[in-house]
């Protein structure tokens, strides 16, 4: 859309995202390409399960040990 001649604030306003939206998107994919954005993604959803996972087990072991202090 920006190679068609349209003004920055055209093409945010066309897709509906904000000013401070491609602000945060260029601070945190800046110098990558779209391929290792979308891996990085992926990557991050994939994560997101796995880190809840460990917190779970992470309460899991804090209340036996709770549990075993009384005994």
């Known amino acids: ?6 003004t920055i604030g055209e093409v945010l306003q066309s897709l509906e995202v904000s000013e401070a ?3 945060r998107w260029r601070s945190q994919y ?6 290792e ?7 991050e959803e994939e994560n ?3 880190r809840k996972l460990v917190a ?3 309460l899991d072991i804090q209340m ?3 549990i075993t202090k009384g005994n």
Do not use: I, V
Request: hydrophobic content about 35%; cysteine-free; glycine content about 10%.
């Open 1 to 6: 859309m920006n190679a068609a001649g349209k």
């Open 21 to 23: 939206t491609l602000s």
């Open 30 to 35: 800046g110098g990558m390409k779209s391929e």
């Open 37 to 43: 954005a979308k891996r990085l993604k992926k990557l």
């Open 48 to 50: 997101s399960p796995l």
């Open 56 to 58: 779970d087990q992470a």
């Open 64 to 66: 036996l040990r709770e």
